[in-house]
């Protein structure tokens, strides 16, 4: 088709396999859409689409996708919020007729097989964060493993006792992410091996960092799961059964002296509140003055 169909807050330009879209930047485009920047979404991950009348005098043309065809929309589980969805596009009303041309022209082209289900992610996934800051601690992704970092501030003493976190994706069957715009909005890591007992709460689980306002963000947060859930995906069959997830503490290594005092000085608060034993408070400051 190669032609470009403009509406608020993108663009959809129309080829003979694939649609790219690019985002707008402006101050009245959400947040996420920015983040994402532009998306190619080959024609096979598309499973439907429609045209409905929208809000104030627009029309709104939708590209809904398969299952298992987008990682950021697997992550997303479906709680984004109507103006971040990435595959909806605001048009004015008097645009209708051409928007209906263009989604003619895209059902033509979409596969028959509804209801497949990829094997592989068909849309790349978002460029993430590397890391970004929830309420109770940092996560890292490095293409391998994800780490977490807790906070002293925000971190419960179940997680301070278990120690910062090292996730190998080989280990991983999936994420769980629930919006910060939600309650108890958190980002779970999933372990190939369900065997063991079921987690707890997420501000107890020391696979899970949770969101709070002004942490964990759905810009930040969401793309990050997405590429954790996409490199998950191309990580390979899980393990035989009876592999337990690895979640090693993180080695040791020099740190800044004076977060290593911080570390310190809120290991003794918690000993001193007695939520750490004796023991707990001589191994762990010892593992902390390694690290200088």
Do not use: N
Not at 40 to 66: D, F
Not at 134 to 140: E, L, M, N, S
């Amino acid at each position: 088709m190669g032609d470009v169909l403009a509406g608020f807050h993108a663009a959809w330009e129309f080829e003979s396999d694939s649609v790219l879209i690019r985002f707008e930047r402006g101050i009245r485009t959400p947040k996420l859409l920015q983040a994402l920047g532009e998306r190619r979404i080959p024609l096979e991950a598309v499973a439907a689409v429609t045209l409905t009348p929208g809000k104030r005098g627009t029309v709104v043309l939708h590209a809904v996708p398969r299952p298992g065809a987008d990682p950021l929309m697997d992550a997303a589980a479906g709680q984004l919020k109507e103006g971040s969805d990435p595959y909806r596009l605001v048009l004015p009303a008097e645009r209708e007729t051409l928007a209906e041309y263009y989604a003619d022209e895209l059902r033509a082209k979409l596969s028959d097989h509804e209801d497949m289900r990829p094997e592989s992610y068909l849309v790349a996934p978002p460029e993430a964060p590397r890391q970004f800051k929830a309420y109770d601690g940092k996560a890292t992704f490095d293409g391998d493993s994800v780490a977490f970092r807790w906070f002293w501030t925000g971190a419960s003493s179940a997680k301070w006792k278990a120690g910062d976190k090292t996730f190998p994706i080989s280990d991983l069957s999936g994420v769980e992410w629930r919006s910060p715009e939600l309650f108890e909005g958190h980002l779970r890591l999933l372990p190939r091996d369900v065997s063991g007992e079921q987690p707890g709460q997420a501000d107890q689980d020391p696979a899970a960092v949770v969101f709070g306002l002004g942490y964990g963000p759905v810009h930040e947060s969401l793309p990050f799961a997405a590429s954790v859930l996409a490199a998950v995906r191309a990580s390979g069959p899980a393990p035989p059964q009876g592999g337990t997830l690895c979640t090693e503490s993180a080695g040791p290594g020099r740190r800044d002296p004076a977060d290593i005092a911080d570390r310190i000085r809120h290991l003794g608060e918690l000993h001193q509140a007695g939520l750490v034993t004796d023991a707990e408070f001589t191994s762990k400051k010892a593992e902390l003055l390694a690290q200088l």
